[in-house]
């Protein structure tokens, strides 16, 4: 099987796939425009900034995986790998601890001024009156909307400078919020009301987009600090402009509404009012070696789970539950064809399968076939498939709880 690797991984990574027995591609430098002819023949392909669009994914039809090296799924689409069996998959929390870091950087950053006053120095400036008034961060008040992996990460470097937490999460319970030690709100809303610094931690979906909005950013105090390093989807970006201005707030960016996905190229920044203090990075939350290397160490997980014993951790496109009603168990010999036998029935009979799985037991005589089905099979069918009298040993029909 190929493997074609679309964006830099690290090389401890590459070097284990290929230990995997594929034949590994490593081309980081093609573009997103290039890939549906590079994707010819590839079974996994493993990117990490690179559009993934429908076209490239039908240019395979050897494509059985797609892994994302990194959080989010935001640049596959999902629906074109799903409508072709096509998994698609990611490394969640691997790049928690670095995204909470240049959080923090941020706050301190935008409470400091320090790229300022280093200009400042560089610049053979003395300007001590100019870069002391800061406000300082113990009791200060923070809020994190968003309590996954990077928003509990967050949290926990929050308590060391002595910052007073709340949080906002649509799965943010009051007995979770009291066991991990943040005061829960009841909106996005509410939380900005009470908070001197807002955070924004969220997956972008079709119920987060645009989270941010006017009247989110319109209910923080005068000079709050709102932070994204999440994605920029989330925010409503006129109104960070206008609220911005208007309520003189500190704003940290890593993510834009539109940026460039390759590593260096031109960029129109967002076009605050010259008296808003605000500070931007080129999309670098994830870009650490230790978070590099989680991730990579994932990738390799994902791929060596998915080729050795046929799951795929993390998959975003399976469906969780199950419509099926009737568990179809076949005790039956371990012979060339009994199973095919087994499923040639069913198949007559028009009825679909579910979920399935094929037990052989020790000594290699006996197996045990359990098939998921939507429809009840018949009588008929149940006599059909035990009439291969020479090589079924039992046949049983259970009904399943509702799993859906």
């Not at 053979?124 to 990460?153: H, N, P, T, Y």
């Not at 000079?223 to 500190?250: P, S, Y």
Request: one cysteine or more.
């Amino acid at each position: 099987m190929r493997l074609l690797i679309a964006d830099s991984l690290h090389t401890f990574a590459i070097e284990e796939l290929r230990h995997l027995g594929v034949e590994v591609i490593y081309e980081p430098e093609i573009d997103s425009d290039s890939l549906p002819k590079a994707l010819a023949n590839v079974g996994i392909l493993v990117v990490r900034s690179k559009r993934v669009s429908a076209e490239a994914i039908a240019a395979s039809p050897a494509l059985n995986l797609i892994v994302r090296a990194g959080h989010g799924i935001g640049n596959i689409d999902v629906a074109a790998a799903s409508s072709r069996g096509i998994y698609v998959a990611s490394c969640p929390g691997k790049n928690a601890i670095a995204v909470a870091e240049l959080t923090m950087a941020f706050l301190l950053a935008l409470d400091r001024r320090i790229p300022d006053a280093a200009r400042s120095i560089k610049e053979g400036r003395w300007e001590k009156s100019c870069f002391s008034r800061s406000d300082g961060l113990q009791g200060k008040a923070i809020g994190i909307m968003g309590m996954g992996a990077v928003g509990r990460e967050v949290l926990a470097r929050s308590r060391g400078f002595g910052l007073q937490p709340y949080a906002w999460s649509r799965s943010l319970s009051v007995h979770k919020a009291r066991e991990i030690g943040v005061i829960p709100c009841s909106s996005p809303e509410e939380l900005a009301s009470k908070v001197d610094i807002l955070t924004i931690h969220l997956t972008a979906n079709d119920r987060t987009r645009g989270i941010v909005s006017r009247e989110v950013l319109e209910a923080l105090p005068n000079n709050a600090i709102f932070i994204n390093t999440a994605r920029g989807e989330l925010v409503d970006h006129q109104a960070l402009l206008d609220v911005a201005r208007e309520k003189n707030l500190r704003v940290g960016m890593d993510v834009y509404p539109d940026f460039p996905h390759v590593p260096v190229g031109k960029f129109e920044p967002p076009p605050f009012d010259p008296s808003v203090l605000w500070y931007g990075t080129p999309h670098i939350g994830s870009q650490t070696s230790q978070s590099q290397a989680a991730v990579a160490a994932e990738t390799v997980r994902i791929v060596r789970s998915f080729l050795v014993e046929g799951n795929v951790p993390n998959v975003f496109n399976v469906r969780a539950g199950s419509r099926a009603r009737f568990q179809l168990v076949v005790r039956h010999l371990d012979r060339v064809g009994s199973l095919a036998n087994i499923l040639n029935v069913i198949k007559r009979h028009g009825i679909n399968v579910e979920d399935m799985t094929n037990n052989v037991f020790e000594g290699a005589t006996a197996a045990c076939t359990r098939l998921n089905v939507v429809t009840r099979p018949s009588e008929a069918c149940l006599a059909e498939i035990a009439a291969f009298g020479d090589e079924i040993l039992h046949v049983d029909l259970v009904a399943l709880p509702n799993l859906a």
